[in-house]
């Protein structure tokens, strides 16, 4: 069976994952590969319908391991239905956050949760990234970025700066962990010059 290349982007909420998602997956593309591009939470008919009830509504409305069981759920959907699929088929499948967003978000700022999120993991998704990069940035310029858009889905960006603090150090945290698979990529440039290293970072994993 062929297999393709598994590509996550992650960072805090305005850092510019889905910019550069759009930008590597058009390069891809202009060298004559096969990309999906897709994103979480969501990427599925089933995991966007899931998406909504994350995303928006009042930032109490659930609890860190209720969440962690929604965006699993939606996950799971994403796998079945695109990511594995996409990788059987021989593409690059580039996706705006995956599990590592589950480790930060529920598992890292809100108490310690990270064991159950990795059990959960292990037992119901069991696959990790080719390559993670990590869009890293001041979460003080990245939030007035996200805020700027008025998307509706502010659930998130709502819990606050020092939330954003502690995401940012997850991530920082968690590319120390998985130095293999995780790249740490400096988001306060240009859009230009952050999406040749991404594409970099890729080329260098293409078969
Ligand atoms: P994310 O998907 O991580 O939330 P976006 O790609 O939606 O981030 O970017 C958030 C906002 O910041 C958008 O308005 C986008 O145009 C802008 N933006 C993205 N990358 C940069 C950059 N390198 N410099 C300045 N603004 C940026
Ligand atoms: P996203 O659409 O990527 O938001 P943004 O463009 O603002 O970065 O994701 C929606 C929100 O869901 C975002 O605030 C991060 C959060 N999230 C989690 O808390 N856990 C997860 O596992 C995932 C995938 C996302």
New binding site residues.
């Given amino acids: 069976m062929t297999r393709g290349l598994f590509v996550s982007l992650e ?5 510019g ?2 910019t550069q998602s759009a930008r590597l997956c058009a390069a891809l593309e202009a060298a004559g590969r096969d990309v999906v591009r897709t ?4 990427g599925a008919p089933g995991a966007e319908a899931i ?1 909504r009830l ?2 928006e509504g009042d930032p109490d409305r659930w609890s860190p391991e209720t ?1 962690i069981l929604l ?1 699993t759920a ?2 799971r959907d994403h796998l079945e239905r695109v990511i594995r699929p996409g990788l059987s088929a021989g593409k690059i499948v580039v996706t ?4 590592d ?2 480790r ?3 598992g890292a700022t809100r108490g310690d949760l990270r064991g159950l999120v990795d059990d959960i993991h292990a037992r119901v998704i069991g696959v990790e990234p080719d390559l993670t990069l990590i869009l890293d940035m001041n979460p003080d310029l990245a939030l007035a970025r ?1 805020l700027a858009r008025g ?1 509706g ?5 709502e819990f606050g700066i020092s939330f954003q603090r502690k995401l940012r150090a997850g991530f920082r945290a968690l590319a120390a962990d998985f130095p293999d698979r995780c790249v740490l990529v400096d988001a306060d440039r240009p859009e230009e010059v952050i999406a040749a290293e991404c594409l970099a970072r890729v080329s260098e994993r293409l078969p």
């Fill in positions: 960072g805090i909420d305005g850092s994952k889905s994103r979480e939470p969501g998406r994350l995303v969440e965006f939606a996950r705006d956050r995956f599990a967003s589950t930060v978000y529920q996200g998307s889905e502010d659930r998130f960006e």
